[in-house]
């Protein structure tokens, strides 16, 4: 608030040198007018109408097809079942089946807005999962030493902390080599996450030859029951959107991604930062493994499949640019429920998986199309 | 005008293999004083500019910035010893809004225990900015727009303007107005004047000749790597016609011989 007389000051006097702009000729004249019409309109704000617009398709077809019988998707006038008109049922399995994958897109959000891309975030969870399982194993099934062991006695019914830091350690590890690569051999992002998604992909079919790893502890498998997955999405979700609109970390992440060698000028250890960056995406990417494996009861070798591409898909949809230094974390969750909505959409009016592939492609593409669309048109503005 | 020394070169060369760039340049700027330096297109003016900033390192000779012998082993070493530099390739990130560009690492910050996570102080950032818009009769009248919004004049004008925040004691422009409008070099060019006026010292490369006679004491003239002439312009006795011959060579000062 106590910027607002210097504000006001400014202002008033832009007015007063306005109108007699004419005759002024030294001090304080340029072409610097204020114009409404070229104030940002924020980028968020046209997903929220798309996914409101996609919403509003999804109901209109309930109304329209005819094998559909009248039905709504996320309402239920029905009031006696929950007291809400909202169909709270399906609206709750919409978030629930973004959250696991959204937790990856927040780290491929500010991977994208720094100028880079990981592709190996889906395989990580594959490794992750099987590595995190094994350390949260139990003892007993059913009165049977647990058939599924990795390790020996000693890693049985450890506290829930012990694989939970044993995922994040492995996301961190794979993180710092991915970002050292990027900052120090200067080969590009897509080379060294691609390479990594390979290794990944090995790793978690080595650590137990491709077997399965089960039966975890109470504790660990209360981490992804139920509606948990949601809850770690929202809390990582305003943590995410905190670091990087409020702190130096997330603005030197924008500097970066929209102007590197600006950002080296002005004294930002750009290596340093984007091995920073890229450690965070994988260890979200570790935890959203400890949460999948938790939810599942179970970790498998293929796990995470083309989760690297959904979150990066969410990213984009939300308007993160694959240019760098635009988008954010709120972009990214609104994308996440775009993708929710169509997922749900497609099975709500009884239409195949392979359309909704086909639709999921489709509104990839247009939202890149948009967002250039839009770039260009306000760089002609 | 004080008879401080801010900058002085003594011999300063630059070879790129075989291409004298700059040879032997001997040059001295008192402190609150403006120069022009001025010179055919690879007369070596940006090198010149480039040795002083640390963007590029010296193949020989001395620099004293402030009174002692410096050697920058980049251009933020330079600016930490307080030379701001507007380089012709504006170095702004497009995304980021007026403030975010003139704190861009060194913002104002809380919170400081968190390290890289620690908080920006927005206000604070914001209030500096429209201090330092004031101070150099800069208008921008939304600075939370993003730069990539801004008209080359106005994102010269922040470019500026960060150079002035941060009270350097010298300032480089490397032709500031090269690619603006009449209004916008009108507005570069009152910036320049505030600084004068302020006693800040600078240094400008600039081919307008109009404007060099307009702003500054005195131009230093280039020619094929070496410093051709050193002239007064504030007695009046000198033209443009005189400083265009000697950037053509069809005249070279007295004590210059070398360059001839």
Same mark, same amino acid.
């Given at each position: 608030?106590?910027?607002?007389?210097?504000?006001?000051?400014?202002?008033?006097?832009?007015?007063?040198?306005?109108?007699?702009?004419?005759?002024?000729?030294?001090?304080?004249?340029?072409?610097?007018?204020?114009?409404?019409?070229?104030?940002?309109?924020?980028?968020?704000?046209?997903?929220?109408?798309?996914?409101?617009?996609?919403?509003?398709?999804?109901?209109?077809?309930?109304?329209?097809?005819?094998?559909?019988?009248?039905?709504?998707?996320?309402?239920?006038?029905?009031?006696?079942?929950?007291?809400?008109?909202?169909?709270?049922?399906?609206?709750?399995?919409?978030?629930?089946?973004?959250?696991?994958?959204?937790?990856?897109?927040?780290? +491929?959000?500010?991977?994208?807005?720094?100028?880079?891309?990981?592709?190996?975030?889906?395989?990580?969870?594959?490794?992750?999962?099987?590595?995190?399982?094994?350390?949260?194993?139990?003892?007993?099934?059913?009165?049977?030493?647990?058939?599924?062991?990795?390790?020996?006695?000693?890693?049985?019914?450890?506290?829930?902390?012990?694989?939970?830091?044993?995922?994040?350690?492995?996301?961190?590890?794979?993180?710092?080599?991915?970002?050292?690569?990027?900052?120090?051999?200067?080969?590009?992002?897509?080379?060294?996450?691609?390479?990594?998604?390979?290794?990944?992909?090995?790793?978690?079919?080595?650590?137990?030859?491709?077997?399965? +790893?089960?039966?975890?502890?109470?504790?660990?498998?209360?981490?992804?029951?139920?509606?948990?997955?949601?809850?770690?999405?929202?809390?990582?979700?305003?943590?995410?959107?905190?670091?990087?609109?409020?702190?130096?970390?997330?603005?030197?992440?924008?500097?970066?991604?929209?102007?590197?060698?600006?950002?080296?000028?002005?004294?930002?250890?750009?290596?340093?930062?984007?091995?920073?960056?890229?450690?965070?995406?994988?260890?979200?990417?570790?935890?959203?493994?400890?949460?999948?494996?938790?939810?599942?009861?179970?970790?498998?070798?293929?796990?995470?499949?083309?989760?690297?591409?959904?979150?990066?898909?969410?990213?984009?949809?939300?308007?993160?640019?694959?240019?760098?230094?635009?988008?954010?974390?709120?972009?990214?969750?609104?994308?996440?429920?775009?993708?929710?909505?169509?997922?749900?959409?497609?099975?709500?009016?009884?239409?195949?998986?392979?359309?909704?592939?086909?639709?999921?492609?489709?509104?990839?593409?247009?939202?890149?199309?948009?967002?250039?669309?839009?770039?260009?048109?306000?760089?002609?503005? | 005008?004080?008879?401080?020394?801010?900058?002085?070169?003594?011999?300063?060369?630059?070879?790129?293999?075989?291409?004298?760039?700059?040879?032997?340049?001997?040059?001295?700027?008192?402190?609150?004083?403006?120069?022009?330096?001025?010179?055919?297109?690879?007369?070596?003016?940006? %090198?010149?500019?480039?040795?002083? %900033?640390?963007?590029?390192?010296?193949?020989?000779?001395?620099?004293?910035?402030?009174?002692?012998?410096?050697?920058? =082993?980049?251009?933020?070493?330079?600016?930490?010893?307080?030379?701001?530099?507007?380089?012709?390739?504006?170095?702004?990130?497009?995304?980021?809004?007026?403030?975010?560009?003139?704190?861009?690492?060194?913002?104002?910050?809380?919170?400081?225990?968190?390290?890289?996570?620690?908080?920006?102080?927005?206000?604070?950032?914001?209030?500096?900015?429209?201090?330092? #818009?004031?101070?150099?009769?800069?208008?921008?009248?939304?600075?939370?727009?993003?730069?990539?919004?801004? =008209?080359?004049?106005?994102?010269?004008?922040?470019?500026?303007?960060?150079?002035?925040?941060?009270?350097?004691?010298?300032?480089?422009?490397?032709?500031?107005?090269?690619? #603006?409008?009449?209004?916008?070099?009108?507005?570069?060019?009152?910036?320049?004047?505030?600084?004068?006026?302020?006693?800040?010292?600078?240094?400008?490369?600039?081919?307008?000749?109009?404007?060099?006679?307009?702003?500054?004491?005195?131009?230093?003239?280039?020619?094929?790597?070496?410093?051709?002439?050193?002239?007064?312009?504030?007695?009046?006795?000198?033209?443009?016609?005189?400083?265009?011959?000697?950037?053509?060579?069809?005249?070279?000062?007295?004590?210059?011989?070398?360059?001839?």
């Amino acid at each position: 608030m106590r910027a607002a007389p210097a504000i006001r000051r400014i202002i008033g006097r832009e007015r007063l040198e306005g109108e007699n702009m004419a005759d002024q000729t030294s001090h304080g004249i340029g072409g610097l007018t204020y114009d409404k019409s070229k104030r940002a309109w924020p980028n968020e704000a046209n997903v929220f109408i798309a996914l409101v617009l996609i919403i509003l398709a999804f109901e209109a077809l309930g109304q329209i097809l005819p094998y559909m019988d009248n039905t709504s998707m996320l309402f239920d006038f029905n009031t006696n079942r929950d007291g809400t008109i909202l169909n709270v049922a399906r609206i709750k399995i919409v978030i629930l089946q973004v959250s696991i994958i959204g937790i990856i897109s927040l780290g +491929v959000t500010q991977v994208i807005i720094s100028g880079g891309i990981d592709l190996s975030s889906g395989p990580l969870v594959g490794a992750a999962a099987m590595i995190v399982m094994s350390f949260g194993q139990t003892e007993l099934v059913n009165g049977q030493i647990n058939p599924k062991a990795v390790f020996g006695p000693w890693a049985f019914d450890l506290p829930v902390i012990v694989p939970i830091l044993a995922g994040l350690a492995f996301g961190a590890l794979i993180g710092c080599v991915n970002g050292s690569l990027i900052a120090f051999t200067r080969i590009p992002p897509f080379i060294a996450t691609l390479g990594m998604f390979l290794i990944c992909r090995g790793i978690s079919q080595w650590w137990t030859k491709g077997q399965p +790893v089960s039966f975890p502890t109470e504790q660990f498998a209360a981490i992804g029951s139920g509606m948990m997955p949601v809850v770690w999405f929202a809390l990582l979700a305003i943590l995410l959107f905190f670091i990087m609109k409020f702190t130096v970390y997330g603005k030197h992440t924008y500097a970066i991604g929209s102007n590197e060698d600006a950002a080296r000028m002005s004294g930002i250890n750009v290596k340093r930062h984007k091995v920073l960056v890229y450690m965070i995406a994988s260890m979200l990417a570790a935890f959203a493994a400890v949460v999948l494996s938790s939810k599942n009861l179970t970790a498998q070798a293929g796990m995470g499949q083309f989760y690297e591409l959904y979150a990066i898909a969410m990213a984009v949809i939300g308007g993160v640019s694959l240019t760098g230094g635009r988008g954010s974390i709120v972009g990214t969750v609104l994308g996440a429920m775009v993708f929710g909505v169509i997922q749900s959409g497609f099975t709500f009016i009884k239409l195949d998986a392979f359309y909704q592939l086909m639709a999921m492609g489709t509104i990839i593409i247009g939202a890149v199309v948009l967002d250039q669309y839009r770039q260009q048109r306000s760089m002609a503005g | 005008m004080s008879n401080n020394i801010i900058l002085e070169t003594r011999d300063l060369t630059k070879h790129y293999g075989g291409v004298h760039a700059l040879e032997g340049a001997n040059f001295k700027l008192r402190d609150g004083e403006h120069i022009a330096i001025m010179g055919d297109n690879g007369a070596g003016k940006s %090198t010149f500019v480039r040795q002083i %900033t640390g963007v590029e390192q010296r193949t020989r000779g001395d620099i004293i910035f402030g009174g002692k012998p410096v050697q920058f =082993s980049g251009p933020l070493d330079a600016r930490e010893a307080g030379i701001e530099t507007v380089f012709q390739t504006l170095a702004l990130a497009d995304d980021l809004d007026v403030p975010d560009n003139l704190f861009l690492g060194r913002e104002i910050t809380k919170w400081n225990f968190l390290g890289p996570f620690r908080r920006l102080d927005y206000r604070a950032m914001r209030e500096a900015t429209l201090a330092g #818009l004031e101070k150099t009769a800069v208008k921008i009248p939304n600075i939370r727009n993003s730069i990539r919004n801004m =008209s080359g004049g106005q994102r010269q004008c922040v470019a500026i303007a960060r150079t002035a925040t941060f009270h350097s004691k010298l300032t480089i422009m490397d032709e500031p107005t090269a690619a #603006l409008g009449v209004q916008e070099t009108a507005q570069v060019e009152n910036i320049i004047r505030t600084l004068k006026e302020a006693g800040e010292p600078l240094i400008l490369v600039s081919h307008n000749m109009r404007q060099v006679f307009e702003l500054v004491d005195r131009v230093v003239v280039f020619r094929r790597g070496r410093i051709c002439a050193d002239l007064d312009i504030t007695k009046g006795d000198i033209t443009g016609e005189d400083v265009v011959a000697y950037i053509t060579g069809a005249k070279t000062q007295e004590g210059y011989e070398d360059a001839a």
